[in-house]
């Protein structure tokens, strides 16, 4: 559970090759490494700094950290106790 707010808020941490770093399209969707999903921002920021370190030689590599609880309850915004809606 997330300690911020005592609910579980999933993230999906995943990442791939980019056809051109200017935009968000991956270059082979078969390829896309997903690194799992999270229970909290934290732990999910965690897992994605991990993954980028261990691709950093890839300049077209890159890592996203996907808010799975917003897509699951879209009209509750979940806002941090510092204001911020991760």
């Not at 999906?12 to 799992?36: N, Q, T, Y």
């Not at 691709?55 to 808010?67: C, E, G, K, L, S």
């Amino acid at each position: 559970m997330s300690t911020e707010t005592g609910k579980q808020l999933l993230h999906l941490v995943f990442g791939g090759e980019l056809i051109a770093l200017d935009r968000h399209e991956f270059k082979d969707m078969s390829k896309l490494d997903i690194v799992g999903i999270f229970p909290s921002y934290a732990e999910a920021e965690r897992a994605w700094k991990a993954a980028a370190q261990r691709t950093v030689d890839n300049a077209q590599m890159r890592y996203f950290i996907v808010h799975m609880h917003r897509m699951m309850d879209p009209d509750h915004s979940h806002h941090y106790k510092d204001g911020s809606a991760r």
